[in-house]
């Protein structure tokens, strides 16, 4: 973190794990000649949180990306399935489309933390994601 952030603004980080398991579970579903080659699954956005501000729902990844998740703008996840533990997916293999309550049912809520701890701090990039997210939240 910068010693220059500004802190107070409550994030709650999203645990992953069983939208992952389930999403696991449905990739074998649809691929049973895969099924014993699939690994697991990664989001390729890094950690998640979630905030409400003003009435408005926001998921935001560690790089300081984010997005409204609301009916009309569900949150989109891109999917990348591993096969095997020498492997690396560069590609997604689907989007993942999840409405509020979705969000809700597959990403519990876990620990708290400050969006100045959440956002990784490395360059230019990340410090302007973090004061775009320091101004929306704070408005």
């Not at 794990?17 to 989001?43: C, H, M, N, Q, Y």
């Not at 926001?58 to 949150?75: M, Q, R, T």
């Amino acid at each position: 973190m910068s010693d220059t952030r500004t802190r107070g603004i409550t994030l709650q980080r999203l645990i992953t794990t069983s939208l992952a398991e389930a999403v696991v579970a449905k990739v074998r579903e649809g691929k049973p000649e895969d099924a014993d080659r699939i690994s697991g699954v990664t989001f390729g956005v890094g950690d998640l949180a979630i905030t409400e501000h003003k009435g408005t729902t926001y998921v935001i990844c560690s790089e300081g990306v984010g997005w409204e998740v609301s009916e009309a703008e569900p949150l989109e996840l891109s999917v990348y399935v591993e096969y095997g533990p020498s492997t690396m997916t560069i590609v997604p293999s689907f989007t993942l489309t999840l409405s509020p309550s979705q969000v809700a049912e597959y990403l519990p809520k876990g620990d708290d933390v400050d969006l100045a701890d959440f956002i990784r701090a490395f360059g230019g990039r990340l410090e302007e994601n973090f004061r775009i997210w320091e101004r929306t939240l704070s408005a």
